[in-house]
Nanobody
Framework: QVRLVESGGGSVQAGGSLTLSCVSP????????MGWFRQAPGNEREAVAR????????YYADHVKGRFTISQDTDNNTLYLQISDLKPEDTATYYC??????????????????WGQGTQVTVSS
């Protein structure tokens, strides 16, 4: 069973930066498709970035392109989400997600099989 654990959230001022991390304790194999979602209070959960670890290709939601960067350190099997120029509208709980296959990994319709508990990001103006 894959377990995902996020960290790195916090409270920052607008214009600042954060790097979120996601590890999979006890799972020593590559997860083919990994990504980040976020959910703000009163809103539906939305996908913001994902990574096809096989072909090392990244995908971003249009409204975060240029500010969000998803990456992976394969040495320690950690997924990252770097967020720059933070805006109050980035305030949300951010979730790491993954699949153990490439099914729909190249599509916005991908459906993760595994989810982390989330890490809170709060941006003040």
């Amino acid at each position: 069973q894959v377990r995902l654990v996020e960290s790195g959230g916090g409270s920052v001022q607008a214009g600042g930066s954060l790097t979120l991390s996601c590890v999979s304790p006890g799972w020593d194999y590559k997860l083919p498709c990994m990504g980040w979602f976020r959910q703000a209070p009163g809103n539906e959960r939305e996908a913001v970035a994902r990574l096809n670890t096989g072909i090392v290709t990244t995908y971003y939601a249009d409204h975060v392109k240029g500010r969000f960067t998803i990456s992976q350190d394969t040495d320690n099997n950690t997924l990252y989400l770097q967020i720059s120029d933070l805006k109050p509208e980035d305030t949300a709980t951010y979730y790491c997600a993954a699949r153990r296959d490439y099914y729909y990994c190249n599509s916005d319709s991908w459906a993760p099989s595994y989810w982390g508990q989330g890490t809170q990001v709060t941006v003040s103006s």
